[in-house]
């Protein structure tokens, strides 16, 4: 499956945006996806994944939380999946990385195949 993302920019603290991510084939709903991030200097890190089975979400559990802030969601019928961002602090400045795995559990970099080419988001103070 190939993966394009868009919808970064720049942004100050405490607004919003909203990553689009759309996958070309007729599999998109047979895949599980996930958002992943990497900010400058920094290693990739994962932010949330939504199973393709049962559509189950999950979201980072680290310090600078994007719990309660961050919503993964997919549209099959779109082969999109979106992360919208709400609440965004300057520590979430990143570029933004979406990816598919066929294991319908997968979490870890590793476990997906297919990656988008990133988007920039920039949230500035």
């Known amino acids: 499956v190939q993966l394009q993302a868009c919808g970064g920019g720049l942004v100050q603290a405490g607004g919003s945006l909203r990553l689009s991510c759309a996958a070309s084939?007729?599999?998109?709903?047979?895949?599980?996806m996930a958002w992943f991030r990497q900010a400058p200097g920094k290693e990739r890190e994962f932010v949330a994944t939504?199973?393709?089975?049962?559509?189950?979400?999950?979201?980072?559990d680290s310090v600078d939380s994007v719990k309660g802030r961050f919503t993964i969601s997919r549209d099959n019928a779109k082969n999109t999946v979106y992360l919208q961002m709400n609440s965004l602090k300057p520590e979430d400045t990143a570029v933004y990385y979406c990816?598919?795995?066929?294991?319908?559990?997968?979490?870890?970099?590793?476990?997906?195949?297919?990656w988008g080419q990133g988007t920039q988001v920039t949230v500035s103070s």
């Open positions: 939504i199973r393709w089975r049962g559509g189950s979400t999950y979201y980072a």
């Open positions: 990816a598919a795995a066929r294991w319908s559990t997968a979490q870890a970099m590793a476990d997906f195949g297919s």
């Open positions: 084939g007729r599999t998109f709903n047979t895949y599980t």
